[in-house]
């Protein structure tokens, strides 16, 4: 994930809000990582929403969508 601010020093914060995913988030880069197992046999696809907020005042925030499709391929 990339974001931009053109705010001198802006602080970027990015978040996951479902716990029960098998992703994590760096919450300084937006780098989505996987945290858990996923099987293809059991879920193809996964849905999520990432949130991102400055440290300005006012605090901005947005969020983006994201669809990930497991493959059953090596």
């Not at 990339?2 to 020093?9: F, H, L």
């Not at 996951?16 to 293809?40: C, H, V, W």
């Amino acid at each position: 994930i990339e974001s931009k601010d053109q705010d001198k020093d802006q602080k970027l914060v990015y978040t996951l809000k479902d716990p029960a995913l098998p992703f994590s988030i760096n919450p300084t880069s937006g780098e989505i990582l996987l945290s858990g197992s996923i099987d293809y046999e059991t879920r193809k696809v996964y849905e999520f929403l990432v949130f991102v907020k400055d440290n300005g005042e006012p605090q901005l925030t947005d969020s983006a969508y994201y669809k990930i499709i497991v493959s059953d391929e090596i």
